[in-house]
């Protein structure tokens, strides 16, 4: 019965983490697809030549390394050299509604996000999104991967 209640308690404490860190897993979500966007919209909008679209360290614009989350700058683009401070999330106060005045405004610090391009062959480019978020004690990965081409 002790074994029973033990593991019963473990997997009570396990889905309380989960609960716990569900908004940065869904934060961290959001903010992979805004990236991955960001890309997207520098190559259709024509702000950025196809050989710019990449990793500053290969002459791009999208800075190299896991970066803090900061509201985009006047490029529109985030994860620039001209990005804002960073970003904040409003959360619901004590009345447990968002859009009143007792919201609280949470910066997100805890996250980081990286653009790593990488060429595969002339005309197509893998982008993979590494959003780090907290998780319990430690931290955790979400990544996206997709794959843009020359051609829009």
């Known amino acids: 019965m002790a074994t029973g209640l033990l593991t019963l308690a473990a997997v009570f404490s396990y889905g309380m983490l989960h609960l716990n860190n569900g908004t940065d897993?869904?934060?961290?979500?959001?903010?992979?697809t805004e990236a991955i966007e960001s890309v997207f919209t520098a190559r259709d909008s024509l702000v950025v030549t196809w050989s710019?679209?990449?990793?500053?360290?290969?002459g791009g614009i999208f800075l190299s390394g896991p970066q803090p989350i900061r509201t985009p700058g006047p490029d529109g683009l985030v994860n620039t050299a001209d990005d804002g401070p960073v970003e904040e999330t409003i959360l619901p106060g004590p009345d447990r509604l968002v859009g009143t005045a007792d919201d609280e405004v949470a910066p997100l610090h805890s996250l980081t996000r990286e653009i790593r391009i990488t060429d595969l062959n002339q005309?197509?480019?893998?982008?993979?999104?590494v959003v780090t978020y907290p998780y319990g004690e430690g931290a955790r990965e979400y990544i996206l991967t997709t794959y843009i081409s020359a051609f829009a």
């Open 25 to 32: 897993l869904l934060t961290a979500k959001e903010k992979a």
């Open 52 to 58: 710019q679209l990449r990793n500053q360290t290969y």
């Open 123 to 129: 005309h197509l480019r893998e982008i993979r999104v």
